[in-house]
């Protein structure tokens, strides 16, 4: 019986725990149960008959390796797997999308997207994209006023758009539906009008009001505050343009505007431009000073300049430099060249970057915890076999869903992306190379083999690394510890974990009644939210004591090897991952890109902060990750008390890539 971590316990609920329609939360062996019947109508679906004794003794084993958290399919799949949602919109199975901006139908796929909770990446491409027929001087909006009660009662909005024009008074009016398809093609209506009119009204007041939970979904609504301040700002932005064409930069901006819509969920983007062509400049310097301009919404997006061939040491130092002016992350930047190499359809990649995509392209993740194989290379063989094969039938969906291009099925028909991770990968410095081909090796002979068995097309690409900011917090044990995250090396020994909760959440109350630290959000737009301080202790991976604390000070050097590694051994697509680094260590990170170039494709960079000081030594509010000592560790888990499962509550925040940004980000 495997036993869990207080850590996996809360954020498996908080996450991906469903509430149940006769009340309560699923338990794990309930979320599983639902992934498997998935599957299993996957399969079915796409063999076109009832499931043999093979194929039923191969999804118990999918059950097991879920249930014991040796794997896991992706966080998408298990937060709606199995729900009727999950079977008339099958998009929103997936974690990773690119698409090009260049129509309005491209927008409004891209909001879709959102809407159903998956990461989006996209290349503005101005030509087409056009602003107002004339500058609109009055926008109006019209809000909502129905309640909570009112919506329960059955007093629900019309669920479609209804658009006007008044040629009389010249009022072009958009009053948008209840339901995630009006909110989708609402934008097309406001991207595509051309009225000559003097004023817009922008009309809400059929959405139901914010803190509903979705029935479909299963996640919050968030009524009409975040839509109505993103159209009016986009409709700004196109009355600004009227009679001409949209440039980069707003088609950058409307896209990130999007992106803060739906406010409770997942809403990840990245942005691509290339490197040296007309305004590359301007897009590297995309966010800089973004509060000084109200330009808070630029946040949403990851920016990366892509290369098509490779830089001179001189460019990249100027990359660098840029970087370092904007305080060390920004802009990112992708070998394009290498890319391609890798996958000749790409075309961009997903917010985190590990997918390499093509133009309206999809994939969908799976993961294994390599922690959880130490002593059963024979096990770990099969089951890298076993969820490379049930990713494989997460390709066999239907897109056609009403609101999509036809390109994204038949994208999907043709690549049949797969995304086979791994997780705890520093915990397993006895893996070799060699083993790391190996892994490789049997995830695509696995996806391979239900391809063959289905008479569908081979997967185009199948391993890759995610971030794992949120299964591997799911994954820890007393047997094997917690988990380090993907391809990272955790910060400290001991560390108290800030993570965000709804302050409405019932399972607040319960871990301040057993002791927790409970603090409110010093974020000031994060008004809705609370920190809740969980302790966390890494013993599978070597530290060095510095000032008391046994902290991480792997050189980003030692990063970037390890990426390498993985990269020449294990990964098809590429692997993602946050270099932490030092200003003193770029002229190392600018020789070691030159002689690399050929095995880099992306990485995120971050200014490494000292591992010893607190949030308030570095003049923050606070640290999502705070090394302590072990001392500190211990008094504070000492005050903790065991809590009751059965009372947690609600599942309203998904960390995994929240606010647009990878989780290590």
Same mark, same amino acid.
């Given at each position: ?15 991906? /725990? ?19 019947? $998935? ?155 051309? !009225? ?79 490197? @040296? ?19 808070? $919404?630029?946040?949403?997006? /990851? ?130 190379? !060699? ?5 490789? /090796? ?33 994954? @820890? ?20 974990? /800030? ?38 202790? !890494? ?79 570095? @003049? ?39 606010? @647009? ?5």
């Amino acid at each position: 019986m495997t036993t869990l971590t207080p850590r996996a316990k809360i954020i498996t609920r908080r996450t991906y /725990n469903r509430p149940k329609d006769e009340g309560g939360f699923e338990t794990w062996d309930d979320t599983v149960n639902r992934v498997i019947e $998935h599957q299993r109508w996957l399969w079915k679906r796409a063999k076109g008959r009832e499931l043999g004794v093979h194929a039923e003794k191969e999804l118990e084993e999918l059950r097991a390796i879920m249930l014991q958290r040796r794997g896991a399919v992706a966080g998408r799949t298990l937060w709606l797997g199995g729900t009727k949602i999950a079977k008339e919109r099958e998009a929103s199975q997936f974690n990773c999308s690119f698409v090009k901006l260049e129509t309005v139908h491209d927008m409004v796929d891209s909001l879709w997207l959102l809407l159903q909770g998956c990461g989006v990446g996209g290349w503005p491409i101005p030509g087409t994209l056009n602003g107002f027929s004339k500058p609109i001087d009055k926008i109006d909006i019209v809000p909502t006023t129905r309640t909570i009660d009112q919506f329960l009662s059955g007093d629900r909005g019309a669920e479609r758009n209804v658009e006007s024009w008044e040629a009389d008074t010249k009022t072009w009016t958009i009053r948008v539906g209840d339901s995630a398809e009006a909110w989708a093609k609402s934008l097309g209506k406001l991207l595509a009008g051309k !009225y000559p009119a003097n004023r817009l009204v922008l009309d809400f007041s059929e959405l139901r009001p914010s803190g509903i939970r979705l029935s479909g979904y299963g996640w919050i609504s968030s009524g009409d505050r975040a839509i109505s301040v993103a159209y009016s700002r986009i409709a700004q932005i196109l009355s600004r343009r009227a009679g001409s064409l949209l440039t980069t930069s707003d088609i950058h901006d409307i896209f990130n505007w999007l992106g803060t819509i739906l406010s409770s969920r997942r809403s990840s983007e990245i942005v691509l431009h290339e490197f @040296g062509t007309d305004g590359w400049r301007d897009f590297a310097n995309f966010k800089k000073d973004y509060w000084l301009f109200d330009n808070h $919404h630029r946040q949403q997006s /990851n920016n990366s300049l892509v290369f098509w061939s490779k830089p001179t040491r001189k460019q990249i130092a100027e990359v660098f430099d840029m970087m370092l002016a904007a305080g060390g992350s920004e802009p990112g930047f992708i070998n394009g060249e290498a890319a391609r190499r890798r996958a000749p359809w790409f075309s961009g990649v997903n917010p985190c970057a590990e997918i390499l995509l093509g133009n309206r392209s999809f994939c969908n993740l799976t993961e294994l915890n390599l922690m959880a194989f130490r002593n059963d290379p024979a096990g770990l063989h099969r089951a890298i076999q076993v969820m490379a094969r049930a990713n494989y039938r997460q390709t066999c969906v239907d897109l056609k869903d009403g609101v999509l291009q036809s390109a994204w099925h038949e994208q999907n028909d043709f690549l049949r992306l797969c995304g086979v991770g791994l997780t705890g990968i520093v915990g397993r410095p006895d893996l070799s190379p !060699y083993d790391f081909r190996v892994l490789k /090796n049997l995830a695509t002979m696995g996806a391979y083999s239900m391809a063959e068995e289905l008479g569908t097309p081979l997967p185009k690409n199948v391993t890759t690394i995610k971030p794992s900011g949120t299964l591997s917090k799911c994954m @820890g044990t007393t047997e094997w510890g917690e988990i380090s995250e993907g391809a990272h090396r955790p910060l400290g020994r001991c560390l108290f974990n /800030n993570v965000k909760f709804s302050s409405n959440d019932p399972l607040i109350p319960t871990l301040e009644r057993a002791g927790y630290l409970i603090q409110v959000s010093p974020n000031p737009t994060d008004t809705d939210t609370v920190l809740v301080t969980l302790p966390v202790r !890494y013993d599978t991976v070597p530290f060095q004591t510095v000032d008391g604390k046994e902290v991480n000070v792997e050189s980003a050097i030692d990063q970037l090897e390890r990426y390498r590694m993985l990269q020449q051994n294990y990964t098809d697509h590429n692997t993602s991952v946050t270099i932490y680094y030092d200003p003193s260590e770029v002229h190392d990170i600018v020789d070691w890109l030159d002689a690399h170039w050929d095995s880099y494709i992306g990485v995120s960079w971050l200014f490494r902060t000292d591992p010893t000081k607190t949030a308030e030594d570095l @003049g923050y509010a606070y640290l999502p990750q705070q090394v302590v000592t072990e001392e500190t560790y211990h008094e504070y888990v000492a005050k903790l008390k065991p809590f009751d499962m059965d009372d947690l509550g609600e599942n309203l925040v998904d960390e995994e890539c929240e606010g @647009g940004a990878c989780p290590v980000r």
